[in-house]
C-alpha cells in the first residue's frame, strides 16, 4: 500500500514524540510516528527511577510517567502514534518501506525526521572473550526483562539470576544495580575501567580500573575473569553480567539512506537545524550520539521540529555549514556541521575525568573561543558550550576544532 | 517418526532398531537422512539437546567445491559431489545459498607463485573453471581490498550457505520420513553383540543391529567404547568474528587465503544473513569443549582482517564465537567399515563435513551393505521446505501476502535481524523444535543481530516461554 504524509516521524522516544506534538500543534498537517515496539515512549518506558523532570505541579517523574506524558502531548496536539510498525528501509527519497501486522506500507512524506534513538554496545562488539553463555545482557535488556515479567516478582529472580557482576561506572550503572536488587539478584561487584565511577552504588563493591578479560562457563555464565589496577587477573563469581553504558546510536536508517556515521559520535551528521546530508530527512535525539538524558532529546526533537515547519513552508534542502570536530580528550561534538541560522550551544562529550578544562574553540589556528569549565567534568556528562562566539566562524573557512587544555596549578 | 530430549527411552520392540547413528551433527543428520529413503527403522542419538550443536553451528558456514583438497583422498571426492548435491538440495528444501564465488588473494611473491599450482590442483580435482587474475583485474572485482594485493585466483562456484538450515532441514526430513530422534541421551556404553549391538544411554537403552559413529569430536571417545582405537581426535579451534550488515558490501566475494608455509591464513566471507565472517583461527588444543574465544585470537583476526580489508575496521561487531574442528593427524576423512562389528566409523571429518555432508551419507550406505546391511528398495523422502534465514532470498516480514493470511509475520520481535512473531511460533511449532534460545537463534536469527538481545530478549524470552517449554 502506497501512501503519502506530511511528516514521518521514526521513533516514538523522547524526540521524536517531541517533535511530532510541535509539527502537529502547528498544523503541519497529518503527523505520523512510527514505533516499531508495542507501546510508544521509547526508553524510559524502562526506567522505573526519578530524573526526568517534573509534571505541572512539581511532582518530580520517573521515566515511565514521563513517557506517558510525551504520548499524551502528542496525541492530544494531533499526531497519529502507531506502535508496533516497523520501518525496515527506504524505497527512495522521503519513501519508507515499513512492515506492519497489517501488512507492508510504502510511506512517502514531504519530510522525515529520525529518532531512532541509541543502544548500548553488547559483549560481542566490545570484544570480550570468553565463552557464550547464558546470562549476560545489557542495561536495556536487564531492565525490558524487569518489564516484561513484571507481577511475576517470584521468578523474576529466577529469570535473570542469583548473583551478577556490573560491568560499568555511569549513572547507567546504578540503575542497572537498583534492578538487579529489586529483582532479588546480589550484585557482586560494579567494575569500570575508569579511575572513577557515578555516585550511588551503596554498599555494593567497587572496583576501579578494573576490566573483564574473559567470561567463562557453559550453557550458564559461572564468572567473569578480571584484570584488576595491579594487574593481576581474578575470577569473580556470578551467574549474571550486565554490561551497561558505551552507546551507540542506532543508526541503521540512517546509514540505509547513506548518511555517514560521524567518526565521534556514529550518528548522522546534522546542522544546527538538525538537517542532514538528505534533503528533508532531519535526525534529532540520542540518534545523533550515545546518550543525553531524555529532557534533552526532546529539547532536540522540539527544535527539529522547528526546522521542519520551515522546510514545509520553503524547500528541502540538504545539511550546510563548516565541520565540527573535536581534538585532544574529547568524544564527540554535536551539532556536526555550524550553519549560519540558528546559533544553537555546542555539547561535548569528555573522553575522560577532567579537572578544571580549558576548552578552546578555533578555526583556522585562529580562536574562537576560551572558556574555563568549573571542578570537574565527567565523561558521562556533556558540556554545554553557548553560541555568542560561533557569528565569528568563518563560513568558507576549514573545520571548526574544539579541543581542551587542562588545569595545571 | 518420533522426536525426544526427556523422559525415558522406548522399550521393547520401539527401542529395536535396524541402524542407530550416533552424533547428531550435520554429517550424522544427512546419514540418518540417507537411510530413511529405505524401509529401515533407524535412530539418531545425539547427547546434546539439539541436532547441529557442536562442530556444525560453529564453523565458516562456506560450500565449498573442493578446488584445493588433496586430489585422490576420499575428502576430495566427497566435497566435490557433496557440493553438487547439496547444491540441488538447498534449492528443493530452501536452504539459502549464494553461489558468490571464491577469490585467492596473493598478498607476496611466494603467494603469487603458488596460484597457477593452485589452479593445476583444481584441475586435477575437476575443476576446470578457476581463473588467474591480476591485480588490476583483482581490484576491480574487490574494491576495498587493502593495499598490496598482487595477484588472484577466482575460484567459482565457492558459495555461501547456512549451515544450521542445513543441518535442520537433513534432521527434519529424516524425522519426517520415519527416523526416531533421541535427544540430550548421550550413549555411556556399548554391549556389542549378535544380532543386537546394545546401546546404554542416559535415558536407558536400545537395541540396534548396525551402528554408525558420526561422533565429530568424540569419534575416538566412542570408538573406544567399541574398543576400536584407530586415530585421536585433536580439537582445532577456530575463533571468528561477524561483523555488522553495514560491512557487507565492502565484500563480494569470498576471500580465500593463499595457503603457505605459515598456516592456512584466514578468510573474509559474506555470509547468507548478510553480514561478513572474519576467521578462523587455527589453534591446535586438548579441550573438546574449549569453545572460548580469547583475547589474543581476536587481536589476531582483527590485525589480518584490517589488512585484507582495511574498512572493515571501522564497523561495529556483530558476535565472537569459536568453533573446534575434529583434526586426527591425518590429511584425510577416516571413515572406515569394521564389518565384524556392523559397525561403521565417520571420523576425522575435519572441516568440510558440510560441503562434504551429502556425498558422505552415500558412501556410509555403501560402508553399511559392506557390513552386511540390506537397506531393501528406496522410497522417497517426504519432503521438507525451511524457513528462510538468507538475506537473498525473501523474508517473511516482506512477504505481504504471508503476512495478509497471518498477521503474526508482520509483526517484528528481533528488530536488528528482523524476525517476525510468527517464525518464532513456526520454529517451537516445528518437528524439532529448539531446546533454547541458541536453538531459536539458530532457526529464526532472532537475538542474532548487532543488539544482541538489548533490545527483544526478554520479548524473546517471553515467546519462547509461552511457544516452547521455557527458554533455557
Not at chain 1, 32 to 41: I, N, Q, T
Not at chain 1, 204 to 213: A, D, I, K, N, Q
Request: hydrophobic share 40%.
Amino acid at each position: 500500500m502506497n501512501r503519502v504524509v506530511d511528516v514521518l516521524v521514526v521513533g516514538a522516544g523522547p524526540a521524536g514524540l517531541a517533535a511530532a506534538a510541535r509539527l502537529a500543534a502547528a498544523g503541519a498537517g497529518r503527523v505520523e510516528v512510527l514505533e516499531r515496539e508495542r507501546a510508544a515512549g521509547g526508553v524510559p518506558r524502562y526506567c522505573g527511577h526519578p530524573g526526568f523532570g517534573a509534571d505541572r505541579r512539581g511532582r518530580p517523574l520517573d521515566g515511565p510517567a514521563y513517557a506517558r506524558l510525551a504520548l499524551r502531548a502528542a496525541l492530544r496536539s494531533g499526531a497519529v502514534v502507531r506502535t508496533g510498525v516497523s520501518a525496515t528501509g527506504w524505497a527512495g527519497p522521503l519513501t519508507l518501506d515499513v512492515t506492519a501486522p497489517t501488512g507492508l506500507e510504502r510511506i512517502r512524506a514531504h519530510a522525515v525526521v529520525l529518532a531512532t534513538g541509541a543502544r548500548e554496545r553488547p559483549r560481542s562488539a566490545r570484544l570480550v572473550p570468553g565463552t557464550r553463555p547464558a546470562g549476560v545482557l545489557t542495561t536495556g535488556e536487564l531492565l525490558r526483562t524487569a518489564g516484561t515479567f513484571e507481577g511475576e516478582r517470584g521468578v523474576l529472580r529466577e529469570r535473570i539470576g542469583r548473583r551478577a557482576v556490573v560491568v560499568g561506572g555511569e549513572p547507567v550503572a546504578r540503575h542497572a544495580v537498583g534492578a538487579l536488587r529489586a529483582a532479588g539478584v546480589e550484585v557482586a561487584a560494579v567494575m569500570t575501567e575508569l579511575p572513577r565511577t557515578a555516585q550511588g552504588f551503596g554498599a555494593v563493591p567497587v572496583l576501579t580500573r578494573t576490566s573483564v578479560v574473559e567470561l567463562l562457563g557453559r550453557g550458564r555464565l559461572t564468572g567473569v575473569a578480571v584484570r584488576g589496577r595491579d594487574g593481576r587477573t581474578s575470577v569473580l563469581r556470578c551467574d549474571t553480567v550486565v554490561f551497561t553504558g558505551d552507546w551507540i546510536p542506532d543508526h541503521e536508517l540512517a546509514r540505509a539512506r547513506g548518511l555517514a556515521p560521524a567518526p565521534g559520535t556514529r550518528g548522522p551528521v546534522t546542522d544546527s537545524a538538525y538537517r542532514t546530508a538528505e534533503p528533508g530527512v532531519f535526525a534529532a535525539g540520542n540518534l545523533l550520539r550515545g546518550v543525553e538524558p531524555a529532557q534533552v532529546a526532546a529539547a532536540e526533537g522540539r527544535a527539529a521540529a522547528g526546522s521542519v515547519l520551515g522546510l514545509l513552508a520553503g524547500r528541502a534542502c540538504p545539511a550546510a555549514g563548516v565541520p565540527v570536530l573535536t581534538a585532544g580528550p574529547l568524544r564527540w561534538v554535536t551539532p556536526g556541521l555550524l550553519g549560519p541560522a540558528p546559533a544553537v550551544p555546542l555539547l561535548v562529550r569528555p573522553d575522560r575525568r577532567l579537572v578544571r578544562p580549558l576548552l578552546t574553540v578555533t578555526q583556522d589556528g585562529s580562536p574562537l573561543r576560551r572558556e574555563r569549565l568549573r571542578g570537574e567534568q565527567a565523561p558521562w556528562r556533556s558540556v554545554r558550550l553557548g553560541p555568542e562566539w560561533t557569528s565569528g566562524v568563518d563560513p568558507a573557512g576549514g573545520p571548526v576544532i574544539v579541543g581542551t587544555e587542562e588545569y595545571a596549578p | 517418526m518420533t522426536v525426544t530430549r526427556t523422559g525415558p527411552l522406548p522399550t521393547g520392540p520401539e527401542a529395536e532398531y535396524d541402524v542407530v547413528v550416533v552424533g547428531a551433527g550435520v554429517v550424522g543428520c544427512a546419514i540418518a537422512r540417507a537411510l530413511a529413503r529405505h524401509p529401515l527403522r533407524v535412530a539418531l542419538v545425539e547427547a546434546a539437546s539439539d541436532v547441529g550443536d557442536g562442530t556444525s553451528k560453529a564453523n565458516t558456514a562456506i560450500l565449498h567445491t573442493g578446488f584445493d583438497a588433496a586430489p585422490g583422498t576420499l575428502e576430495a571426492r566427497m566435497v566435490r559431489e557433496g557440493h553438487r548435491l547439496l547444491g540441488a538440495f538447498a534449492s528443493e528444501a530452501g536452504i539459502p545459498v549464494e553461489p558468490l564465488g571464491a577469490l585467492l588473494v596473493a598478498w607476496d611473491e611466494q603467494q603469487r607463485a603458488a596460484l597457477p599450482r593452485l589452479a593445476e590442483k583444481a584441475e586435477r580435482n575437476g575443476h576446470l573453471a578457476t581463473r588467474l587474475l591480476s591485480a588490476d583485474e583483482l581490484r576491480a572485482r574487490e574494491p576495498h581490498l587493502g593495499p598490496g594485493a598482487l595477484a588472484g585466483l577466482a575460484v567459482p562456484g565457492e558459495s555461501v550457505i547456512c549451515p544450521w538450515t542445513t543441518t535442520l532441514a537433513y534432521a527434519t526430513q529424516a524425522v519426517r520420513s520415519g527416523v526416531d530422534l533421541h535427544l540430550d541421551c548421550r550413549v555411556e556404553k556399548v554391549r556389542t553383540g549378535d544380532p543386537w549391538h546394545r546401546l546404554v544411554t542416559r535415558r536407558g537403552a536400545l537395541r540396534t543391529r548396525h551402528l554408525v559413529n558420526a561422533c565429530g569430536l568424540h569419534a575416538d571417545a566412542f570408538d573406544a567404547l567399541l574398543d576400536r582405537r584407530d586415530f585421536t581426535v585433536t580439537p582445532r579451534r577456530g575463533q571468528l568474528l561477524v561483523f555488522d550488515k553495514f560491512a557487507r558490501d565492502l565484500v563480494r566475494h569470498i576471500l580465500l587465503p593463499v595457503p603457505g608455509p605459515l598456516g592456512k591464513g584466514v578468510l573474509v566471507s559474506p555470509t547468507v544473513y548478510g553480514n561478513v565472517m572474519l576467521g578462523p583461527t587455527a589453534e591446535d588444543l586438548d579441550d573438546k569443549t574449549a569453545t572460548g574465544t580469547t583475547a589474543e585470537g581476536l587481536a589476531g583476526l582483527r590485525e589480518q582482517g584490517g589488512r585484507i580489508v582495511p574498512a572493515l575496521l571501522d564497523e561495529e561487531v556483530t558476535a565472537v564465537y569459536a568453533g573446534l574442528r575434529a583434526a586426527t593427524g591425518q590429511e584425510d576423512y577416516r571413515c572406515t567399515a569394521h564389518p565384524a562389528l556392523r559397525y561403521v566409523t565417520v571420523g576425522g571429518i575435519r572441516s568440510t563435513g558440510l560441503s562434504a555432508s551429502l556425498a558422505l551419507a552415500e558412501h556410509v550406505l555403501g560402508l553399511l551393505a559392506d557390513c552386511g546391511l540390506d537397506p531393501g528398495p528406496e522410497r522417497p523422502l517426504a519432503p521438507v521446505r525451511m524457513p528462510n534465514l538468507g538475506e537473498a532470498f525473501r523474508r517473511p516480514y516482506r512477504d505481504a501476502e504471508l503476512i495478509a493470511r497471518d498477521p503474526e509475520f508482520g509483526m517484528i520481535v528481533c528488530h536488528c535481524e528482523r524476525v517476525t512473531r510468527g517464525e518464532i511460533r513456526a520454529a517451537y511449532a516445528s518437528e524439532i523444535p529448539p531446546a533454547g534460545p541458541d536453538g531459536l537463534r539458530r532457526r529464526t536469527r532472532a537475538r542474532g543481530g548487532r543488539c544482541q538481545g538489548h533490545f527483544c530478549g526478554a520479548e524473546v524470552r517471553a515467546l519462547s516461554e509461552s511457544y516452547g517449554k521455557g527458554a533455557r
